[in-house]
């Protein structure tokens, strides 16, 4: 039996078992990539809903300041 360009079959049966692990190698890395990706997105999702909340809060604090001070303006003006 031969091979192209006179290669033993051999040598073509461990370039084939060497690419067989680099492309194992290479869909565990997809895979644990995808798994990261994933997490990050949760990660990025609770982040963004915690930040919606303390933008909420903020603008609440806010008014009662302005508030307040519109009060105290009043009386000040009043008295």
């Known amino acids: 039996m ?29 895979r644990r990539l995808n798994e990261e990706n994933r997490s990050l997105r949760l990660s990025q999702e609770q982040l963004a809903g915690e930040r919606a909340g303390l933008m909420a809060r903020n603008e609440q604090a806010r008014s009662r300041v302005e508030a307040m001070i519109q009060r105290l303006k009043s009386l000040e003006s009043n008295g």
């Open 2 to 30: 031969s091979t192209p360009d006179d290669v033993p079959p051999d040598h073509v049966h461990q370039e084939l078992a060497t690419l067989g692990q680099q492309l194992d190698r290479l869909l565990e890395a997809v």
